[in-house]
Protein backbone atom coordinates (compact mmCIF):
# COMPACT_ATOMS: atom_id res chain seq x y z
CA UNK A 1 0.00 0.00 0.00
CA UNK A 2 1.25 3.46 -1.20
CA UNK A 3 1.89 6.26 2.06
CA UNK A 4 -0.07 8.39 0.37
CA UNK A 5 -3.05 7.86 -1.81
CA UNK A 6 -4.96 9.98 -4.18
CA UNK A 7 -7.47 9.29 -6.73
CA UNK A 8 -5.82 10.65 -10.10
CA UNK A 9 -8.49 11.68 -11.89
CA UNK A 10 -8.81 13.48 -14.29
CA UNK A 11 -12.02 15.30 -12.89
CA UNK A 12 -13.38 16.76 -15.74
CA UNK A 13 -16.10 20.12 -13.88
CA UNK A 14 -17.93 22.83 -15.31
CA UNK A 15 -17.13 26.27 -14.22
CA UNK A 16 -19.07 27.52 -11.03
CA UNK A 17 -18.88 23.58 -10.02
CA UNK A 18 -18.10 22.28 -6.24
CA UNK A 19 -15.04 19.38 -6.73
CA UNK A 20 -14.02 17.53 -3.30
CA UNK A 21 -10.77 15.15 -3.53
CA UNK A 22 -9.92 13.05 -0.75
CA UNK A 23 -6.54 11.32 -0.07
CA UNK A 24 -5.68 9.00 2.93
CA UNK A 25 -2.52 8.63 4.41
CA UNK A 26 -1.53 5.03 6.00
CA UNK A 27 1.12 6.27 8.97
CA UNK A 28 -0.82 7.46 11.88
CA UNK A 29 2.43 8.86 13.44
CA UNK A 30 2.28 11.87 10.37
CA UNK A 31 2.36 15.29 11.84
CA UNK A 32 1.42 17.66 8.79
CA UNK A 33 -0.11 18.13 5.87
CA UNK A 34 -0.68 20.44 2.72
CA UNK A 35 -2.27 20.38 -0.67
CA UNK A 36 -0.04 21.49 -3.21
CA UNK A 37 -0.99 22.89 -6.89
CA UNK A 38 1.10 22.14 -9.82
CA UNK A 39 0.55 23.30 -13.17
CA UNK A 40 1.72 21.73 -16.27
CA UNK A 41 5.67 21.72 -16.67
CA UNK A 42 6.03 23.60 -13.46
CA UNK A 43 7.19 22.74 -9.91
CA UNK A 44 4.36 22.56 -7.19
CA UNK A 45 3.35 25.35 -4.90
CA UNK A 46 1.96 25.33 -1.94
CA UNK A 47 -1.65 25.70 -1.48
CA UNK A 48 -2.77 25.43 1.74
CA UNK A 49 -1.94 24.00 5.04
CA UNK A 50 -4.43 21.13 6.64
CA UNK A 51 -5.50 21.34 10.07
CA UNK A 52 -7.78 19.13 12.59
CA UNK A 53 -10.07 22.12 12.71
CA UNK A 54 -10.05 22.41 9.00
CA UNK A 55 -9.21 25.23 7.36
CA UNK A 56 -10.85 27.86 4.67
CA UNK A 57 -9.52 30.22 1.77
CA UNK A 58 -11.41 32.09 0.09
CA UNK A 59 -13.10 29.13 -2.03
CA UNK A 60 -10.55 26.83 -1.27
CA UNK A 61 -11.96 24.60 1.76
CA UNK A 62 -9.44 21.99 3.99
CA UNK A 63 -10.19 18.74 6.36
CA UNK A 64 -8.42 16.30 7.98
CA UNK A 65 -9.57 13.51 9.24
CA UNK A 66 -7.14 11.89 11.43
CA UNK A 67 -9.43 8.95 13.07
CA UNK A 68 -9.80 7.81 9.35
CA UNK A 69 -6.49 8.86 8.21
CA UNK A 70 -7.43 11.07 5.07
CA UNK A 71 -7.60 14.91 4.16
CA UNK A 72 -9.80 16.46 1.78
CA UNK A 73 -9.72 19.49 -0.43
CA UNK A 74 -12.87 21.68 -1.74
CA UNK A 75 -13.00 23.81 -4.13
CA UNK A 76 -16.74 25.43 -4.86
CA UNK A 77 -17.20 27.76 -7.65
CA UNK A 78 -14.77 26.47 -9.86
CA UNK A 79 -12.64 28.65 -12.33
CA UNK A 80 -11.09 28.15 -15.62
CA UNK A 81 -7.85 28.80 -13.74
CA UNK A 82 -8.18 26.31 -10.83
CA UNK A 83 -7.25 23.35 -13.35
CA UNK A 84 -4.30 21.90 -12.55
CA UNK A 85 -2.84 18.89 -10.44
CA UNK A 86 -3.44 18.97 -6.89
CA UNK A 87 -1.20 17.67 -4.55
CA UNK A 88 -1.87 15.86 -0.99
CA UNK A 89 1.80 15.91 1.07
CA UNK A 90 2.05 14.66 4.52
CA UNK A 91 5.31 15.12 6.41
CA UNK A 92 5.91 11.76 8.87
CA UNK A 93 7.23 11.70 12.17
CA UNK A 94 10.81 11.49 10.64
CA UNK A 95 10.33 14.43 8.86
CA UNK A 96 10.10 12.99 5.64
CA UNK A 97 7.60 14.19 3.04
CA UNK A 98 5.64 12.48 1.06
CA UNK A 99 3.39 13.11 -1.81
CA UNK A 100 0.96 11.79 -3.33
CA UNK A 101 0.93 10.75 -6.91
CA UNK A 102 -1.73 14.31 -8.02
CA UNK A 103 -5.39 14.85 -8.99
CA UNK A 104 -5.92 16.28 -11.91
CA UNK A 105 -8.46 18.56 -12.65
CA UNK A 106 -9.76 20.58 -15.24
CA UNK A 107 -12.63 23.07 -15.33
CA UNK A 108 -14.37 23.57 -18.34
CA UNK A 109 -16.03 27.11 -19.88
CA UNK B 1 17.81 34.47 -2.03
CA UNK B 2 13.97 35.08 -2.36
CA UNK B 3 12.72 32.09 -3.92
CA UNK B 4 14.55 28.37 -4.19
CA UNK B 5 17.08 28.68 -7.21
CA UNK B 6 18.14 25.95 -9.05
CA UNK B 7 21.21 25.64 -11.82
CA UNK B 8 20.78 24.75 -14.78
CA UNK B 9 17.58 25.15 -15.61
CA UNK B 10 17.74 22.42 -18.75
CA UNK B 11 20.57 20.08 -19.20
CA UNK B 12 21.46 17.60 -21.66
CA UNK B 13 24.06 14.86 -21.54
CA UNK B 14 24.59 12.07 -23.12
CA UNK B 15 24.94 8.87 -21.67
CA UNK B 16 27.35 7.53 -19.31
CA UNK B 17 28.78 11.41 -18.31
CA UNK B 18 28.37 12.88 -14.78
CA UNK B 19 26.18 15.69 -14.00
CA UNK B 20 26.00 18.13 -11.45
CA UNK B 21 22.77 19.84 -10.25
CA UNK B 22 22.40 22.56 -8.01
CA UNK B 23 20.06 23.99 -5.81
CA UNK B 24 20.33 27.06 -3.51
CA UNK B 25 17.63 27.12 -0.88
CA UNK B 26 16.37 30.25 0.52
CA UNK B 27 18.34 31.59 2.98
CA UNK B 28 18.38 30.38 6.10
CA UNK B 29 16.22 27.49 5.51
CA UNK B 30 17.41 24.30 7.11
CA UNK B 31 15.69 21.54 5.62
CA UNK B 32 16.14 20.97 2.28
CA UNK B 33 14.72 18.14 -0.31
CA UNK B 34 15.34 16.79 -3.61
CA UNK B 35 12.72 15.08 -5.78
CA UNK B 36 12.67 14.09 -9.52
CA UNK B 37 9.62 13.54 -11.00
CA UNK B 38 9.25 11.90 -15.25
CA UNK B 39 7.03 13.20 -17.74
CA UNK B 40 3.75 12.61 -16.49
CA UNK B 41 4.40 10.77 -13.49
CA UNK B 42 4.37 11.95 -9.14
CA UNK B 43 7.23 13.30 -7.58
CA UNK B 44 9.59 10.65 -6.81
CA UNK B 45 11.52 11.43 -3.17
CA UNK B 46 15.25 11.35 -3.25
CA UNK B 47 17.26 12.54 -0.53
CA UNK B 48 16.51 15.23 1.92
CA UNK B 49 18.91 17.53 4.44
CA UNK B 50 18.53 18.82 8.13
CA UNK B 51 21.23 21.55 7.89
CA UNK B 52 24.30 19.20 6.41
CA UNK B 53 23.16 16.30 7.52
CA UNK B 54 21.32 13.79 5.40
CA UNK B 55 18.83 11.16 7.74
CA UNK B 56 17.10 9.86 5.05
CA UNK B 57 19.21 8.89 1.93
CA UNK B 58 16.80 5.78 1.00
CA UNK B 59 15.41 7.41 -2.04
CA UNK B 60 18.59 7.76 -4.25
CA UNK B 61 17.88 4.93 -6.95
CA UNK B 62 21.25 4.18 -7.19
CA UNK B 63 24.87 4.18 -5.88
CA UNK B 64 25.23 6.40 -9.42
CA UNK B 65 23.56 9.39 -7.17
CA UNK B 66 24.78 11.25 -4.46
CA UNK B 67 23.91 14.42 -2.87
CA UNK B 68 26.24 16.98 -0.38
CA UNK B 69 25.09 20.30 1.28
CA UNK B 70 27.84 22.18 2.67
CA UNK B 71 27.23 25.26 5.02
CA UNK B 72 23.74 24.17 5.98
CA UNK B 73 23.10 26.47 2.65
CA UNK B 74 23.56 25.18 -1.30
CA UNK B 75 23.32 21.55 -2.02
CA UNK B 76 24.53 19.99 -5.07
CA UNK B 77 22.95 16.41 -6.51
CA UNK B 78 25.52 14.14 -8.85
CA UNK B 79 24.99 11.52 -10.97
CA UNK B 80 27.52 9.76 -12.24
CA UNK B 81 27.37 7.80 -15.73
CA UNK B 82 24.23 9.10 -16.35
CA UNK B 83 21.32 6.40 -18.04
CA UNK B 84 18.47 7.52 -20.29
CA UNK B 85 16.27 6.29 -17.35
CA UNK B 86 17.60 9.23 -15.39
CA UNK B 87 15.73 11.71 -17.76
CA UNK B 88 13.39 13.37 -15.55
CA UNK B 89 12.77 16.99 -13.99
CA UNK B 90 14.81 17.28 -10.60
CA UNK B 91 13.21 19.15 -7.99
CA UNK B 92 14.37 21.11 -4.92
CA UNK B 93 12.34 22.10 -1.59
CA UNK B 94 13.33 24.06 1.32
CA UNK B 95 12.13 25.13 4.45
CA UNK B 96 12.29 26.35 7.36
CA UNK B 97 12.84 24.03 10.46
CA UNK B 98 11.08 20.72 9.73
CA UNK B 99 8.04 22.33 7.13
CA UNK B 100 5.72 22.95 9.09
CA UNK B 101 4.29 25.66 7.29
CA UNK B 102 5.25 24.35 4.49
CA UNK B 103 7.95 23.66 1.63
CA UNK B 104 9.05 26.02 -1.24
CA UNK B 105 9.93 24.69 -4.36
CA UNK B 106 12.69 25.74 -7.21
CA UNK B 107 11.87 25.34 -10.89
CA UNK B 108 13.63 22.35 -11.27
CA UNK B 109 16.11 21.19 -13.18
CA UNK B 110 14.92 19.52 -16.33
CA UNK B 111 17.51 16.77 -17.59
CA UNK B 112 17.35 15.22 -20.93
CA UNK B 113 20.18 11.91 -21.31
CA UNK B 114 20.74 11.28 -25.17
Known amino acids: RKEVEQDPGPFNVPEGATVAFNCTYS??????FFWYRQDCRKEPKLLMS???SGNEDGRFTAQLNRASQYISLLIRDSKLSDSATYLC??????????FGSGTQLTVLP | GAGVSQSPSNKVTEKGKDVELRCDPI?????LYWYRQSLGQGLEFLIY????????KSGLPSDRFSAERTGGSVSTLTIQRTQQEDSAVYLC????????????FGSGTRLTVV
Open chain 2, 93 to 104: ASSLGWGRDGYT
Open chain 1, 27 to 32: NSASQS
Open chain 1, 50 to 52: VYS
Open chain 1, 89 to 98: VVIGSARQLT
Open chain 2, 27 to 31: SGHTA
Open chain 2, 49 to 56: FQGNSAPD
